[in-house]
Structure formats: C-alpha cells, structure tokens
T-cell receptor, first 114, second 114 residues
Framework: EAQVTQNPRYLITVTGKKLTVTCSQNMNHEYMSWYRQDPGLGLRQIYYSMNVEVTDKGDVPEGYKVSRKEKRNFPLILESPSPNQTSLYFC?????????????FGPGTRLTVL | GDSVTQMEGPVTLSEEAFLTINCTYTATGYPSLFWYVQYPGEGLQLLLKATKADDKGSNKGFEATYRKETTSFHLEKGSVQVSDSAVYFCALSGSGGGYQKVTFGTGTKLQVIP
C-alpha cells in the first residue's frame, strides 16, 4: 500500500531534550516536506527536500533540522525543543517538484513540549 | 507573497444541505489550486484540484472551479452527508513558475448533523 508513515504518533517531552520524528514514504517520491499545524494558522512549511541531499528552509525553520540521506526517509530533528514547538506535525511527499503534483500526507505526530 | 483566504468556520449544516466554502487567493503567475480534506485524527488527503483557469475539479460530489478573474476556488457540494464532517483546506502551488511551494489556507471545519 502506497503510504507515508510517521513515528511516533504522539510524543510528550521536556524542554531541551533532543528528539527525532521519522518520516518514510514507499512511493519513490522525489519531493518531501514537513509542516506544522496550529489552530488558526493552518499548515506552515518547516523544511522541504527536492531530492537526496537537497534540503531547504520553508516558512518556519527556526529550531528544526532535517536530513535526506535516502530517498524514502526525511527525519525532522528538534535539537533543543521548546514549548512553542508544541504542535501537530505532518510529513508529506509528492512525485516531483511540479506545481500540479498532489502531496501525500502522513497521519501526523502530535508533540507536546513541557 | 502568495496567500490563501478561506471563510471562517466552523460551518454547521444539516444532512442534505447545500455546501459552499469560499476560497480566494493572491498569487503571481498561474498557480495550481487544490482542496484537501482532513478527517478527524488523520492527515490531509487531496479532494480535488485544478491546474488552469476555468478548469473544474470534482470528486465525491464536491466541485470547485478555478476562476482567475475573481481569484477564487470555492468548494461546493449539492447534498452533504454526516461522513463529510471534516476540516477542508484550500491551497495553491507553483505561482513561481513550477516550483512546488504550497501555500495553505487556515482550514474550514465542517460539521454535518443528521
């Protein structure tokens, strides 16, 4: 089954404790992206990757890191989480970077930073 | 920069009522336009899309027409069901000449009551 998976689905952590949210897709997609969803703000892009070893900042990259060492995986790293990073996070992928391509979303990771 | 404006929610309708969710956009060039739907506890999934002016996207009884003259992409359904209860996001992509930067609206929550 074609899908985007994220782990963990739920995470409660404390300020400053490094964490990684994994994202994997099995559709051989070139383009992957991370978003955060906050009430009243919709989805905001954190980072994106157009292919292996090619990543760039989105609209809200502060406090986050990413890597793209393999085509299927695109982990999101929070080196020192803070309470303002409490949010619902989504990973997404699409076949290529063309504008008319559909994005496929993972199920989301709900992160709480205390 | 690009922006998407959606009507405020929540929208509450009785089953079989007519649905309209307004979406207007600001973008340079000729973006592709999308409606995504998010069911409770899930990630977003594509509902429909349109890639050029006057195109009509349709799926599952939902329709939206790309109106360049009014910069709008309103979502409509003739008869809603309880199972349509979800959050609906309008989005645009590719106003910058093909690059897939996706801009989302803030989402409109729809609740359909029996």
């Amino acid at each position: 089954e074609a899908q985007v998976t994220q782990n963990p689905r739920y995470l409660i952590t404390v300020t400053g404790k490094k964490l990684t949210v994994t994202c994997s897709q099995n559709m051989n997609h070139e383009y992957m992206s991370w978003y955060r969803q906050d009430p009243g703000l919709g989805l905001r892009q954190i980072y994106y990757s157009m292919n292996v070893e090619v990543t760039d900042k989105g609209d809200v990259p502060e406090g986050y890191k990413v890597s793209r060492k393999e085509k299927r995986n695109f982990p999101l790293i929070l080196e020192s989480p803070s309470p303002n990073q409490t949010s619902l996070y989504f990973c997404a992928s699409s076949l290529r970077r063309q504008s008319n391509n559909e994005q496929f979303f993972g199920p989301g990771t709900r992160l709480t930073v205390l | 920069g690009d922006s998407v404006t959606q009507m405020e929610g929540p929208v509450t309708l009785s089953e079989e009522a007519f649905l309209t969710i307004n979406c207007t956009y600001t973008a340079t060039g000729y973006p592709s336009l999308f409606w995504y739907v998010q069911y409770p506890g899930e990630g977003l999934q594509l509902l429909l899309k349109a890639t050029k002016a006057d195109d009509k996207g349709s799926n599952k009884g939902f329709e939206a027409t790309y109106r360049k003259e009014t910069t709008s992409f309103h979502l409509e359904k003739g008869s809603v069901q309880v199972s349509d209860s979800a959050v609906y996001f309008c989005a645009l992509s590719g106003s910058g000449g093909g690059y897939q930067k996706v801009t989302f609206g803030t989402g409109t929550k729809l609740q359909v009551i029996p």
